[in-house]
């Protein structure tokens, strides 16, 4: 009884494999989403202004680190929690397969976060006549929250390797 106990609960882990598809299917959202701004912006590019140029490249930045962050988590929590990627020795692999544990993983989706928010952070200054004082605080505030909160992940991830 225990035996098959354990056993179910070790292939659940397969539950997971879906939701690392759907991320893959989101990294379709992000693909489309960044050409249709591509397609969007390039007939004005002559005329447009440089602030909303570097807005629209930042919102491009964005996106890539967004793609990004899924590609790390796809297939690194796929590894970690699901199966070993078995893509052959043919195939092009990327260097950090199979290197990123969990606290690993963790550490590099905190640096991702915080990456992002900065640029988020920037594209509100650089549109600061658009916020009042006191929303600017709050994005600063936020930004802050999560560049601490990645500093003591990284710290509380130090002390558990020392």
Not at 36 to 64: G, R, T, Y
Request: include cysteine.
């Amino acid at each position: 009884m225990e035996k098959r106990f354990e056993r179910a609960l070790y292939a659940s882990r397969w539950l997971l494999a879906p939701i690392y598809l759907g991320l893959s299917l989101s990294l379709v959202m992000i693909f489309i989403k960044f050409f249709l701004e591509v397609i969007h912006i390039f007939p004005h590019l002559l005329v447009i202004k440089e602030n909303d140029l570097v807005l629209a490249v930042l919102s491009m930045v964005d996106m890539a680190l967004v793609g990004g962050l899924i590609v790390m988590v796809m297939f690194s929590g796929y590894e970690n929690f699901v199966s070993r990627l078995d893509i052959g020795d043919d195939v092009e692999k990327l260097s950090w397969l199979g290197k990123l544990d969990s606290g690993s993983l963790k550490q590099k989706v905190a640096a991702s976060i915080v990456a992002i928010s900065s640029i988020h952070l920037l594209q509100k200054f650089m549109n600061a006549t658009e916020f009042t004082e006191s929303q600017l605080m709050w994005y600063v505030l936020i930004h802050l929250t999560f560049v601490l909160s990645a500093m003591g992940m990284a710290w509380v991830d130090r002390c558990n390797r020392e």
